[in-house]
C-alpha cells in the first residue's frame, strides 16, 4: 500500500499501459508471422538467419512500449514501462499457447521455461524503455 492507502494497481494507468501493449504487438507481431511463414520449415540446426529479424523487433517493440506508456504518465515511467511489456507478452504468449494447442504441438516444459525468460526480457525492456523517457524528461 501506498502512503495514501492506494494500492500498486491504482498506481498505474491501465489506458496507458494497454497503448503501449498495443504498440509492442504492432511492432512485435508482423515480422514474427512473415519470417515463420518464410521459414517456418527450416530443419533444426539449420535454421536461416532470417529468424534474427523478429528477436530484434521484439526487443524494440517492447522498449518502445515501456517509453510510449511511461511518456503518457511521467509520475510513474518505470511502472508504466513494467505493465505495458506485462500486457503485450500476456497477449502474444496467449497466441503463441493457444496457436499451439489449436494446431496439436502441445504446451511442454521448455516452452513454458522458454516463456517465462521471455517474458522476463520483454518487462526489462519495458521498464527499459520507461527509464529513458524518464531521462529524457529531465
Known amino acids: 500500500m501506498t502512503e495514501s492507502g492506494r494500492g500498486a494497481g491504482r498506481l498505474v494507468d491501465w489506458r496507458a499501459a494497454l497503448d503501449g501493449a498495443a504498440l509492442a504487438v504492432l511492432v512485435t507481431l508482423p515480422p ?5 511463414l518464410l521459414k517456418g520449415d527450416d530443419l533444426e540446426g539449420q535454421e536461416s538467419n532470417l529468424w534474427v529479424v523478429p528477436v530484434l523487433a521484439m526487443l524494440a517493440g517492447f522498449f518502445l ?4 506508456a511511461a511518456r503518457r504518465r511521467p509520475e510513474a515511467p518505470l511502472a508504466h514501462g513494467a505493465a505495458a511489456a506485462a500486457l503485450g507478452i500476456a497477449a502474444l504468449g496467449g ?18 521455461l522458454t516463456l517465462v525468460l521471455v517474458v522476463q526480457v520483454t518487462v526489462s525492456m519495458g521498464v527499459l524503455g520507461g527509464y529513458t523517457a524518464a531521462r529524457r524528461r529531465r
Do not use: E, H
Not at 512500449?65 to 510510449?68: I, K, P, Q, W, Y
Open 32 to 36: 514474427t508471422v512473415a519470417v515463420q
Open 95 to 112: 497466441l503463441t499457447l493457444a496457436r499451439r494447442l489449436v494446431s496439436g504441438d502441445g504446451v511442454s516444459a521448455p516452452l513454458l
Open 65 to 68: 512500449a515501456g517509453r510510449r
